[in-house]
């Protein structure tokens, strides 16, 4: 998939243009409540709350969700530099400015170099992946999973959030997601809808990380919460 348009190494991902702007409300109304929990059960040595985005695209999204929630740090990042320069310029033209989001950050999910780059200061409490498996290779989304599961990537009491459109018990849940697949399809055949049921719940159990939250999104799409599960 890679390729030299404008550096970007992944332009057959990109989301639809607007797709960003129109997801970011609902978005946030699930992200705040779902952040606030999080720093709610921490003790007061750990509520500076750090959160990894994957596959930020533009920018935009994490701009947003950072510009209503100030008291938490955003740390963006993208496969390639000419992608973390743009999410940079997003950031940065934002106002007013937002001093709770990082320097995007260069992180290939392939490679757990990057990884350990992005996380050397300390394990995250937070990994966002909006958009991302539908319009990636499943390797992409099993190593993912394969890094999350490592504490030095994310705390032990940490959460991994998905969101996008999802296949549920081996089914499409619209005539529009059907299309979206085709559409996704037509650009990689790696590509398309993933199925939570048979496909994702096992991958996120195999690394040791349960599904805890389900929430039906606008257009068809899912936001879907992973936790580590907790040894007695």
């Known amino acids: 998939m890679s390729s030299n348009h404008s550096g970007v190494l992944y332009p057959l991902r990109k989301s639809a243009a607007g797709s960003a702007d ?8 699930v992200v705040g ?18 959160i990894l985005e994957l596959a930020s695209g533009e920018g ?31 950031v940065a033209s934002t106002t007013p400015p937002l001093a709770n989001v990082q320097k995007a950050k260069l992180l ?5 170099d990057d990884w350990r780059i992005a996380t050397r200061q300390r394990p995250v409490d937070a990994v966002f992946a909006f958009n991302l498996v539908h319009i990636a290779p499943w ?11 490592n504490p030095e990537v994310l705390a032990d009491d940490g959460i991994a959030a998905l969101y996008g459109a999802w296949n549920e018990r081996g089914q499409f849940t619209s005539d529009g997601n059907r299309e979206f697949d085709a559409v996704l399809k037509g650009r990689d055949a790696r590509f398309g809808l993933r199925d939570v049921d048979s496909e994702l719940v096992p991958l996120a159990k195999k ?8 929430t039906e999104m ?15």
């Open 139 to 149: 390797e992409v989304t099993q190593c993912l999973f394969e890094m999350v599961a």
């Open 22 to 29: 129109r997801n970011k409300g609902p978005i946030l109304s």
């Open 60 to 90: 935009r999204q994490v701009a947003h969700i950072a510009s209503k929630l100030p008291t938490y740090d955003f740390h963006p990042s993208e496969a390639d530099e000419a992608s973390c320069a743009q999410i940079d310029d997003v």
């Open 207 to 214: 690394h040791g990380f349960l599904l805890t939250q389900r």
């Open 33 to 50: 409540p779902l952040l606030d929990d999080l720093y709610g059960s921490r003790p007061l040595s750990r509520k500076n709350l750090r």
């Open 108 to 112: 290939r999910i392939e490679e757990p």
């Open 218 to 232: 606008p257009a068809g799409n899912l936001f879907l919460v992973f936790r580590k599960q907790q040894l007695p």
